[in-house]
């Protein structure tokens, strides 16, 4: 897959990883990439259930979070274009794969 930049592709495979990553998702009709953060592997987020709470945590306190993007930030590539420009079926099986670390 050839992405529009390094970068956009590191991210992209990074996605459900601990850190910043991409992830490519259908948004009703058309599909859209989206910034996410996560502080630990998505895998490992039920350990973080089970810690023990004493202190003043902040308020919203977030272990994950996500941005939709038009634009890749790396090279400026408009992502709408982007996304039209990709092989639809090859799109569909990184969508089907991503599909588990969509946030609701
Ligand atoms: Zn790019």
């Not at 350990?47 to 902040?58: S, Y």
């Not at 306190?61 to 990709?86: T, V, W, Y």
């Not at 092989?87 to 794969?97: F, N, P, R, S, T």
Request: a neutral charge; hydrophobic letters at 35%.
């Amino acid at each position: 897959m050839n992405y529009c930049c390094d970068q956009f592709d590191w991210l992209v495979s990074d996605a459900g990883k601990a850190g910043l990553s991409f992830i490519i998702r259908k948004v009703g009709d058309t599909n859209g990439v989206f910034l996410q953060s996560r502080v630990c592997d998505i895998q490992h987020e039920s350990k973080l259930r089970n810690l023990p709470v004493n202190g003043d945590l902040p308020n919203p306190f977030r272990i994950s979070a996500q941005q939709g993007i038009r634009h890749c930030p790396f090279c400026g590539k408009n992502i709408k274009d982007f996304l039209e420009s990709i092989d639809q079926g090859i799109l569909d099986e990184i969508v089907y794969k991503h599909k588990s670390f969509e946030m609701k």
